[in-house]
Nanobody
C-alpha cells in the first residue's frame, strides 16, 4: 500500500499563488507517475500536472505557464506551485500516485483531496 498526505490548499485571491504538497509513503514503486488532478463541482476529474520517476513532466494546457510541478526524491514528495490563479481554478485537488513494476501488480492511489478556492 501507498499512503498519500496532501497539504497546502486554501483560499486565495485571483492572481495569487498557492503551493500544494503531496508526500508518499509505504510500499513505493521504483517506477511511478505522481501528480495532481482536480475536480470542480459538476465536472469530471481532470489531470492538472504529473511527473514521472524519470523526471518527465506533463501539464494540462489550461495550466501551462502558470503551474509548476516538482519533486523531492529524498522526501518522496511532489509539489505543485500554482501562480496567477484564476476563479476557474477553484476545485478539489487530488494527489495521485501510479506505480509500475514487473514484480508486483500496478498500484493506483489517491489522496483525500484538498480544496483550492480562488475568489475575491
Amino acid at each position: 500500500q501507498v499512503q498519500l498526505v496532501e497539504s497546502g490548499g486554501g483560499l486565495v485571491q485571483p492572481g495569487g499563488s498557492l503551493r500544494l504538497s503531496c508526500a508518499a509513503s509505504g510500499s513505493l514503486f521504483t517506477f511511478y507517475a505522481m501528480g495532481w488532478y482536480r475536480q470542480a463541482p459538476g465536472k469530471q476529474r481532470e489531470l492538472v500536472a504529473q511527473v514521472t520517476s524519470g523526471g518527465v513532466t506533463n501539464y494540462a494546457d489550461f495550466v501551462k505557464g502558470r503551474f509548476t510541478i516538482s519533486r523531492d526524491n529524498a522526501k518522496n514528495t511532489v509539489y505543485l506551485q500554482m501562480n496567477s490563479l484564476k476563479p476557474e481554478d477553484t476545485a478539489v485537488y487530488y494527489c495521485q500516485y501510479a506505480g509500475f513494476s514487473t514484480s508486483r501488480p500496478k498500484g493506483d492511489y489517491w489522496g483525500q483531496g484538498t480544496q483550492v478556492t480562488v475568489s475575491s
